[in-house]
């Protein structure tokens, strides 16, 4: 356990690493910030003393070894665009990210596994197909068709909800609802599967043969026993919701991560981009270190090396 332990963790540092590797060389394959930064009327010189100032104008070596080294410490570099501590601003904006997926969580666990369940014990019923089609159909509708469409009925047509922005509860209902729409979908379909491969099992049948409530025989039995990949993809549900966030804040102008990221992109700002990505990899990755070594821990079917 303590050997599959350290490889994985060793595994996680070789990810963020290839991560930040990629990430640099995309950011700056995609254009000069500096062209952009400065006045249309700025001299050559000016432009190269900028560049000077910022470091562009090193080898691309040197600018990672920099960029990595500063990193480690928790220096992420000033934003071209804004000329403050990338960090800083990221961490301003995550907290709008971090509502926006706490409300997508709340909304997924809170739809995707008793409809789920339920789909599995009444298989072959009316709320069955309609949890299946629907499963099928979240899982092929884009996040940002069904923003529009949320819009274009809540806000232009009805008037209900407000469709941007992040002032009141109501402003977060539609982007959080288009941002659990997929994983609703998903969890759903998770859950009705493994419920139905325990439905089966031994086990169950013994508990119903005994004479068990109904109801305990779901919840106690069969349920406690279908919930570790149930558990396991949840764990991993937030983190992929974070994400996700960014096409549906750029839909919803909610000012968060996502948005603040497609705003660097759209003006070169590297140290944002770089920032934003990073820090959403981090947490996959961490997340999923974690979600590994509690399921090694908890499943005794697997067998890892001591």
Known sequence: MQRYIIGRVIQSIVSM????????????LSGDPIQIMMPAEA?????????????????WAVQYWRFATQAVR??????????RPALDLVTERYGATLELGGLAVVIVIAVALPVGVYSA????SALDYAARVFAALGQAVPPFWLGLVLVLIFGVLLHLL????????????????????????????????SMLDVL??????????????ERRVIWRHAFKNAALPVVTFA???????LNGSIIVETVFGWPGLGLLVIEAVDSRDYPIVQTVVLFLSAMYIGVNLLVDVLYAYLNPKIRYSP
């Open 121 to 124: 014990v009444r298989r072959g």
């Open 235 to 241: 764990a991993l549900l937030f983190v992929a919701l």
């Open 74 to 83: 928790g220096d992420f570099g000033r934003s071209v665009r804004f000329r």
């Open 17 to 28: 690493f290839v991560v930040s590797v990629i990430v640099f060389a995309l950011v700056r």
């Open 43 to 59: 001299s050559k010189a000016d432009i190269e003393l900028m560049r000077a100032h910022l470091g562009l104008d090193r080898p």
């Open 162 to 193: 407000p469709t941007s922005g992040r002032g009141t509860p109501l402003h977060v209902l539609l982007p959080g609802i288009t941002l659990g729409w997929f994983a609703v979908a998903a969890l759903m379909r998770l859950t009705r599967s």
């Open 200 to 213: 089966g099992s031994e086990y169950v049948k013994l508990a119903r043969i005994k004479g068990l409530p």
